[in-house]
């Protein structure tokens, strides 16, 4: 939802020190008093903060003659290529350096029109170009939801950078209230997502920063549809949605289609949606997403009024056939879960607000437990830590049936460990495992009733 930024080009990876739609340490910004990347106290255990400081930096990649939807000549109907520019904000596990000052991000998300996009800053706990630490580490691609900004999802990025994790989240600039906006969406999401892997891939592993054969993608709403297409899933629009896109240009890319491998990320060991799009237009057909093969975690409200709960994730759990997959539920939750807490800018106008806020659920409940369960299925699906799968695996179906009498004398927040008879969900604290449930179905068993 901001305005696109204007950049200079080049065909390399650029540092950018200072971005007008994204500043570090903008003085005098009021933001939230503790970055959303640091969970309260009623998080389940996972999703704490790692052991290592944290940097981000901004790099600026380009896509080279790509299809431009929003571009296309109204007399002729021809869709125009150009070099797709796009920002890349970096976090990334840094050499701690001694009163670094903490950056605080600024972006802006477009308000209910007439008024113009609405601005707001997010403390954070990187520190901007921070020297990174030496090794191996997995790469995350993040896809944001459509409109969205990366500034929003600091409470994923930041907290995963401290885990061990570089994650690279895209600055999609959508064109959101363009009629256009929407096919230019679909049909970017997954390339952009897809380029990105393949790019910080090579060049971060040239210089000892990651594992090129450890890469896991995660995605928020229209990010959701991006990753799931990204890590595997075909696409098979039905003919109402192909003819959304100008000169045909989807055909491309889908089943059969001559440019199909570009929507594919390489080394993909797992991917992540949050209230994914994409089952309410028909995206993947009846047999598209069979095709990913990937572990997959689905996270989701029974109550999204946007892109559908039951044509929405818990339809892609099924037809994800020949994936391992997980599908966890805020029961009466909403859309809203991928952005994190609403920044004080944001209060005034309803509008603003729902962009970041859940109806029912704590927005600082959500992250906690979506970072715990994040978490425990990377770890143990991205780094091969199998002693995690206790936090994904036989778990009650409904968190609200789990048991445990906790010895009195042990901590008022201590965590079940889910054994020796408890049932409550393992990293979860008395009387919170609440309101969740989860599915798991393994490769080519029938889906979860």
Do not use: C
Not at 408 to 421: D, E, H, R, T, V
Request: glycine share 10%; net charge positive; no cysteine.
């Amino acid at each position: 939802m901001h305005r696109p930024l204007r950049l200079i080009a080049s065909g390399l990876i650029l540092l950018i020190p200072a971005l007008a739609a994204w500043s570090a340490n903008t003085p005098g910004a009021t933001a939230n008093p503790t970055p959303p990347s640091n969970p309260g106290v009623d998080a389940p255990e996972l999703a704490k903060l790692g052991n290592h400081a944290v940097g981000v930096r901004t790099l600026e990649l380009v896509d080279r003659n790509q299809y431009h939807v929003v571009a296309v000549d109204p007399k002729t109907g021809s869709v125009p290529k150009q070099d797709r520019k796009l920002t890349v904000d970096l976090w990334y596990p840094a050499v701690a350096a001694k009163n670094a000052q903490s950056t605080i991000y600024s972006a802006q998300l477009d308000s209910e029109p007439p008024r113009p996009p609405a601005a707001f800053t997010v403390p954070g706990i990187a520190v901007r170009n921070a020297q990174m630490v030496a090794g191996r580490f997995p790469l995350v691609i993040v896809a944001h939801g459509y409109g969205n900004v990366t500034a929003g999802m600091t409470w994923l990025t930041e907290n995963l950078a401290s885990k061990g994790y570089v994650v690279a989240a895209i600055r999609h600039e959508d064109y959101y209230f363009n009629p256009l906006g929407f096919p230019h969406a679909l049909l970017r999401r997954p390339l952009d997502i897809s380029f990105v892997a393949r790019e910080l891939r090579q060049s971060l592993a040239a210089a000892g920063h990651v594992d090129p054969e450890r890469i896991a993608l995660i995605g928020y709403s229209m990010g959701g549809y991006g990753v799931l297409t990204a890590g595997g899933a075909t696409l098979e629009p039905p003919a109402p949605l192909a003819a959304q896109f100008p000169g045909g240009v989807i055909r491309d890319y889908v089943r059969g289609g001559p440019a199909r491998d570009q929507m594919r990320a390489p080394a993909v060991k797992a991917v992540v949606a949050i209230a994914p799009a994409g089952g309410q237009f028909g995206a993947w057909g009846a047999t598209g997403l069979a095709d990913l093969t990937a572990p997959l975690f689905l996270i989701a409200g029974d109550r999204d009024r946007t892109v559908d709960y039951k044509s929405g994730a818990r339809a892609f759990f099924d037809a994800a056939s020949n994936s391992n997959r997980y599908l966890l539920t805020f029961r009466e939750g909403g859309h809203a879960l991928g952005l994190g807490p609403v920044p004080a800018q944001m209060r005034g106008q309803l509008w603003d607000q729902d962009w970041f806020e859940d109806p029912v659920w704590r927005k600082d409940r959500i992250i906690g437990i979506s970072l715990h369960m994040i978490t425990a299925f990377l770890d143990r699906y991205v780094k091969d830590e199998a002693s995690r799968s206790a936090y994904l695996d036989g778990l009650v179906e409904d968190s609200s049936q789990g048991v445990w009498t906790p010895d009195p004398k042990s901590p008022w927040a201590a965590y079940s460990q889910g054994s020796g008879g408890v049932t409550v969900w393992k990293g979860f604290q008395r009387r919170h495992a609440e309101g969740l449930t989860l599915l798991h179905s393994t490769a080519g068993t029938a889906p979860a009733r």
